[in-house]
């Protein structure tokens, strides 16, 4: 076969191709550089790969290497006269302080471990069965968590709940009722418990070992009678009929092999001048409107934990993570909701409210 191949945009593809091949493989780097505080240690200035190493109790060539990938990337700063690396302001908001509100090497974390999962997610593409979210390494949950913590605490307290109706955080306040859904390691829960004394929370995920995390989390932070966290899913936490007055649910429904079964059953829980805040991805709702960054990193994890995960439930149908509003929307109405409004977004998220 002839093929009519045009230089210009070889070269550019193959420049693209480079440049993802190299994040690809620094992404482990980065995992590295967070567990061994390679970059926390740098944060006091410039420093030699030999000093580096004496720090953090790591060896010098290892260390020299890794420096040097860093700073081919991007990652940190290189002085070719003195042959010191050191870290800018930005660079050290985004790479030191997992209490932030960005935390990169969180991210990269979820990444390296849900690409662990790549023979099993290539079964899954020739069979069309499920792979659930138990299935995945330990590094998928506790990088999910160190991920996603930051943004919700960054919005979550001070912009998503005060966007919702006058009345929610009101009664938050006052004392409310709250059922977190799908809620992982408990951030989200123990974030709003921490913000709203008065108020009652209940955590439910379907993954028994972040339940656990999840237990440990409100021990920690002194909340054990006022948080509970138990092992459900969607379709049927909580007892039968109107009880909570805030339904949570954090980039969870579109895990779900049954969201309409799950918007149904929030529907019932909540009480008749209750709300659901649904916090998304951020999307469009064409897939030509997600050709971008964002939605490459969303569709890219879809593809080995949302989809495979929603697939391995009851109902077996998957939103994926670039559902956009529209059929967020629609389910919102055939569960039963009468209201549905877009109250808020970040360049990673969009919350929306349902109430009955």
């Not at 420049?15 to 620094?26: E, I, K, M, N, Y």
């Amino acid at each position: 076969m002839t093929m009519a191949i045009n230089e210009e945009s070889l070269t550019q593809f193959l420049g693209r191709f480079v440049a993802d091949l190299g994040a690809t493989v620094a992404a482990g780097n980065v995992v590295i550089g967070d567990r061994l505080g390679l970059y926390r240690a740098m944060m006091a200035g410039p420093v030699s790969p030999e000093e580096l190493a004496s720090r953090t109790g790591t060896a010098r060539r290892y260390v020299e290497e890794w420096l040097r990938g860093q700073a081919a990337g991007g990652y940190v700063e290189y002085n070719a006269e003195t042959g010191q690396y050191w870290l800018t302001e930005e660079q050290s908001f985004v790479l030191t302080d997992p209490e932030g509100p960005v935390f990169a090497p969180g991210a990269f974390e979820l990444a390296v471990g849900a690409l662990r999962a790549q023979d099993r997610i290539i079964e899954a593409f020739r069979t069309g069965d499920g792979v659930g979210w138990h299935e995945h390494h330990t590094d998928v949950f506790t990088g999910c968590e160190r991920a996603f913590k930051p943004w919700y605490r960054g919005s979550l307290i001070d912009a998503w709940l005060p966007a919702l109706n006058d009345d929610v955080v009101q009664k938050l306040k006052a004392g409310a009722l709250v059922a977190d859904v799908g809620c992982g390691h408990g951030a989200s829960t123990v974030m709003m418990a921490e913000a709203f004394p008065n108020s009652t929370f209940r955590g439910v995920d379907g993954h028994p070992a972040s339940i656990d995390q999840a237990r440990e989390r409100a021990k920690d932070n002194d909340l054990d009678g006022r948080v509970t966290f138990d092992v459900a899913v969607a379709q049927d936490f909580g007892k039968l009929g109107p009880e909570f007055d805030l339904v949570t649910t954090f980039d969870s429904l579109h895990d779900m092999g049954d969201p309409l079964g799950a918007a149904r059953h929030i529907r019932e829980s909540l009480t008749p001048d209750g709300t659901w805040m649904i916090v998304e991805p951020y999307a469009g709702d064409e897939v030509s409107d997600n050709l971008n960054p964002v939605g490459r990193v969303y569709y890219s994890f879809s593809s080995f934990l949302c989809v495979p995960n929603a697939l391995s439930q009851e109902g077996g149908y998957s939103l994926g993570a670039q559902a956009g509003e529209r059929p967020i929307h629609s389910l919102v109405l055939d569960a039963g909701f009468t209201r549905f409004r877009r109250v808020a977004e970040t360049p990673f998220n969009i919350v929306y409210e349902a109430r009955p």
